[in-house]
């Protein structure tokens, strides 16, 4: 042990010296690491405000839904784990439907809705009940309107009559 501290102890500035450098190259990895995650957060951020302005706009145009399922797909697989890609997920359901595909749609939805999240699960189950209501299915409608009510996600009110008259413009 006397041995340890002769050897560092003529070398004690040196050894500070080494400590330190060492202690700023791991915060500065961690800055680096903490700002590459931020810089990605935000990228993530903007394309899908892009997508939600380009769905808005598409309209009629079937293109313009087989570009913003394109876009929601990359999304997803570039940011796999982010709340945009649970959102990317729900645009890709509404794009299909709009686009006649009613099954696609209604397999994105109903993958959403088991992944359990607190805030699209709801989305996605009013979109899968108005998908429901579209063609007809008035049982399927009120059984997963039933669970949003008794989720407390969504409650019928005096307002709209059935409690789902069109709250969802993009379902039309």
Do not use: C
Not at 20 to 45: D, I, M, N, P, Q
């Amino acid at each position: 042990m006397q041995g340890v501290v002769r050897l560092f102890g003529g070398r004690r500035r040196a050894s500070l010296s080494g400590l330190v450098a060492l202690l700023a190259l791991l915060a500065a990895g961690g800055v680096w690491s903490y700002s590459s995650v931020w810089k990605r957060e935000a990228e993530a951020k903007a394309r899908m405000s892009d997508l939600i302005e380009r769905f808005q706009t598409v309209a009629p145009r079937r293109e313009g839904f087989e570009g913003v399922i394109t876009e929601a797909q990359e999304i997803r697989a570039q940011y796999p784990r982010s709340p945009e890609a649970r959102l990317a997920r729900y645009y890709i359901a509404i794009s299909e439907e709009s686009l006649g595909r009613t099954g696609r749609a209604k397999g994105e939805l109903e993958a959403l809705i088991a992944e359990g999240d607190t805030l699209m699960k709801p989305l996605a189950q009013f979109a899968l009940g108005r998908i429901y209501s579209n063609h007809g299915d008035t049982a399927g409608a009120m059984a997963i309107f039933k669970q949003l009510e008794e989720s407390g996600a969504y409650a019928v009110g005096a307002h709209h009559p059935g409690g789902h008259s069109g709250a969802d413009p993009a379902m039309h």
